[in-house]
């Protein structure tokens, strides 16, 4: 999870923040994936900008409805990826973003 935190937080594009996404998603194990509530699944492939910033607000609801539960850490740890997704796609777009040096 910490790898793919720093590549969204370095990402200089959206196409990088879903690439590390994706790749960070691939990595769950069937395992994994069934000990967290269906809803907040999602398959790589069907991963854009915008069904990551929706996807991350269903995170934390899913997190904050099931506190303690089976999966708590495999939830938490989702619900942070997407987050940090979804604010490297909100600092890429905005149109206040100070050039990078």
Known sequence: MER????????KDSD??????KDYVRTWTPSEIA?????AW???DSLTGQTVCEH??????????HPGGEGESS????ARVFAAAALRFGYLESPFR???K
């Open 4 to 11: 793919c935190l720093a590549r969204i937080q370095v990402a």
């Open 16 to 21: 990088e923040v879903l690439a590390a996404l």
């Open 35 to 39: 000990t967290v509530p269906g809803s």
């Open 42 to 44: 999602m398959e790589p």
């Open 56 to 65: 991350a607000v269903q995170l934390k609801v899913e997190e904050l409805r």
């Open 75 to 78: 939830l938490h740890a989702l």
């Open 98 to 100: 100070q050039p990078e």
